[in-house]
């Protein structure tokens, strides 16, 4: 909203002369102030009364017009070789708590895994690292790092002040030359109180659920840039947060799909090309608005935010 402000008054001081231009050098000293924030802490818990010890990292960046934070959460020394999966639900453990826990799911929203001619691994596999690149300007960003057994996989997870989405950059460096990269997400939009209606949107199609059987559709990368994750449920039942998107910048995808479980969890999937170790995405949760105004806004936008992830990542170290 402050970039439309600061153009119409940009026009404005062509045609008015110098109350536009005071005006206009406020608007550019506010819009120059704006910066986005990035914060990391953890905590150890133990899973059950006396139960092995985990950490739970918390990330949270915030810009102008968005703020998330995600957790992940994994066993310690001397139980870093426990399944994982018991801890998080049998999700990857990076999760998305803010804006809510009611879209992108709280115990494991995106998973990554690498695979060759020999061996497949995932970050669900092994506990992961996590840092702070950029604390605070335009841009911050995060960092989760596995060292798997085909590979070491990073999460860069990123936010500009000015933009909505969280921006997430997959890239791999895989022991094998024949490695492929893919990457999972999971959703539950709109929450988990029923009765449900599950759908899937992209510039081509809609994926409908049916009931309680697991569907899927693939799509073309290249021309459907986005997916927008919705449920069309009508009724009494109060929906805490809208829809929820994912877009993918397309070079290098090789497929791309999406899943509906059982009328509730909704998937997305990608696969790199062979040799291929790097992916661009970004992925909006909205508040509870219609299904329309958000599909409207991702068609309206999805373009310009993925040149913006682009753009972004020149800047990051």
Not at 33 to 38: K, L, N, T
Not at 117 to 124: G, H, K
Request: net charge negative; glycine share 8%.
């Amino acid at each position: 909203m402050r970039l439309v402000i600061y153009n119409l008054v940009l026009l404005l001081a062509f045609s008015t002369g110098c109350l536009a231009a005071d005006l206009l050098a406020d608007l550019r000293a506010e819009v120059e102030a704006i910066v986005a924030s990035a914060t990391l802490s953890s905590t150890v818990q133990h899973k059950g009364e006396g139960g092995p010890a985990y950490v739970r990292y918390s990330v949270r960046m915030a810009g102008d017009r968005a703020a998330y934070e995600l957790q992940y959460k994994s066993f310690l020394p001397p139980n870093a070789g426990l399944n994982r999966a018991k801890l998080n639900d049998w999700s990857s453990g990076l999760g998305m708590v803010q804006p809510s826990v009611h879209g992108w799911y709280s115990n494991g929203f995106v998973v990554a895994t690498l695979s060759d001619a020999t061996a497949s691994a995932s970050i669900s596999d092994s506990c992961g690292e996590v840092e702070l690149v950029v604390e605070s300007g335009k841009i911050v960003a995060a960092d989760f790092v596995w060292e798997l057994t085909t590979g070491r996989v990073r999460l860069r997870f990123f936010v500009c002040a000015d933009r909505p989405e969280l921006f997430l950059l997959v890239t791999a460096e895989p022991n094998a030359e024949d490695a492929r990269l893919a990457v999972d997400f999971r959703c539950y939009p709109g929450g988990f109180m029923g009765p449900f209606d599950r759908r899937v949107h992209t510039a081509a199609r809609e994926l409908a659920n049916a009931g309680p059987e697991i569907v899927e559709v693939e799509i073309d990368p290249a021309e459907e840039l986005w997916m927008l994750l919705a449920d069309h449920y009508a009724g009494v039942t109060p929906r805490p947060m809208g829809p929820c998107s994912v877009a993918a910048d397309p070079e290098g995808i090789a497929l791309a799909r999406a899943q509906i479980k059982g009328n509730y969890g909704v998937i997305p999937h990608y696969s790199l090309e062979p040799g291929r170790t790097r992916a661009l995405f970004a992925v909006r949760e909205f508040p509870p608005i219609p299904w329309q105004e958000a599909l409207d806004e991702v068609t309206a936008t999805t373009q310009e935010a993925l040149e913006a992830g682009r753009e972004a990542l020149r800047s990051l170290p």
